[in-house]
């Protein structure tokens, strides 16, 4: 804890200065222009990731970075995605799923958290995505079949997100874009979903376009 307190002496004293100004303009309100969903796993960091600026990204964060469908009851993720889209007006919405994630692994292994039922009830929000997996993959294993697990998770949060109310009238509307991404926490790359390929590609080497209406994917290719 003494590390936290002592970092925040340091952002007051030494890093706080240069960014005066513009952390007086974001006193007057925020406008990012991307709503950046992802895990709540400590090894990921959104801003550093990006290089983004603060008040450039509104972020979401849980296990799994799971967004339960229309429907499945009144949550945190919902209200904040609503909120993003329809006050904030945010024209990106961004899923970043991340590689040796823990919740993706517990989904596969539901014996792992049979000890946290919190955690075990969270993770049914993922249900297709496992379902996906056993009756897909069952040609890999390790961390092959953890890896299609992460990419095919993303895949699924992105439907569960076009049955939100808000992100759906935006869609039509045609003013809001998705986008799936998985990041390496070993090599710092990051994979986007391409939608003509129906694979996950190096982000440096494409441009991410719009996620179309409806997600297909090929299982037989992983990162």
Request: charged content about 20%; some cysteine; hydrophobic content about 40%.
């Amino acid at each position: 804890m003494q590390e936290l307190i002592d970092g925040i002496h340091r952002f007051q004293k030494e890093s706080f200065l240069p960014l005066q100004t513009l952390f007086e303009r974001l006193a007057e309100g925020q406008h990012p222009e991307t709503l950046f969903i992802t895990c709540s796993d400590s090894r990921i960091d959104p801003t550093l990731l990006t290089n983004a600026q603060p008040g450039d990204l509104f972020i979401l964060r849980n296990a799994g970075n799971i967004i339960p469908p229309h429907g499945a009851g009144i949550g945190g993720e919902a209200a904040t995605i609503e909120f993003a889209v329809s006050v904030l007006g945010v024209k990106d919405i961004i899923i970043c799923g991340h590689s040796h994630c823990g919740a993706m692994r517990g989904l596969l292994y539901p014996e792992s958290v049979a000890l946290l039922p919190d955690v075990s009830s969270w993770l049914a929000h993922a249900e297709m995505t496992r379902r996906i997996i056993l009756d897909n993959y069952n040609h890999l294993d390790g961390e092959a079949l953890l890896n299609a697990t992460i990419e095919e998770n993303v895949l699924v949060q992105l439907e569960n997100l076009r049955t939100l109310p808000a992100v759906g009238s935006r869609l039509v509307k045609g003013d809001l874009h998705l986008h799936g991404w998985v990041y390496i926490i070993e090599t710092g790359k990051v994979f986007a979903y391409d939608v003509e390929s129906g694979q996950f590609v190096k982000l440096a080497e494409h441009h991410t376009p719009e996620i179309a209406n409806s997600i297909g994917r090929k299982p037989d290719q992983i990162i």
